[in-house]
């Protein structure tokens, strides 16, 4: 079993920058599929991005491609996501989780773990 904490979250002006990270205990990063996702409030959790299991294949949501970019440490057992040109819209609670398939999956359902949720909050 996998425990995920995210970091990297906070307040940025629109235009910004910002890299998430997502550290794991218990087991490698590289067991499992990683993914990104997020939270605003009264909406639904929306799929973001996801790293493959043997880290060759990514996906990214239409709403953050070219703008974001997934990445894995597999020394410092961390996968991150760096997300820039923010806006307002990005303003969500953000989070990790950890799929046991081998392929990016975007159904929030296909990730067993999850961590805690990291805020990001973009002014304008």
């Known amino acids: 079993q996998v425990q995920l904490v995210e970091s990297g979250g906070g307040l940025v002006q629109a235009g910004g920058s910002l890299r998430l990270s997502c550290r794991a205990s218990g087991r490698s990063v590289n067991s499992y599929t990683m993914g990104w996702f997020r939270q605003a409030p009264g909406k639904e959790r929306e799929f973001l991005s996801a790293l493959s299991r043997n880290g060759l294949t990514t996906g990214y949501a239409n709403s953050v491609k070219g703008r974001s970019t997934i990445s894995r440490d597999n020394a410092n057992n961390t996968v991150y996501l760096q997300m820039n040109s923010l806006t307002p819209e990005d303003t969500a609670v953000y989070y990790c989780?950890?799929?046991?398939?081998?392929?990016?999956?975007?159904?929030?359902?296909?990730?067993?773990?999850w961590g805690q949720g990291t805020q990001v909050t973009v002014s304008s």
């Open positions: 989780a950890a799929s046991p398939g081998s392929v990016p999956t975007m159904g929030p359902r296909n990730y067993d773990y």
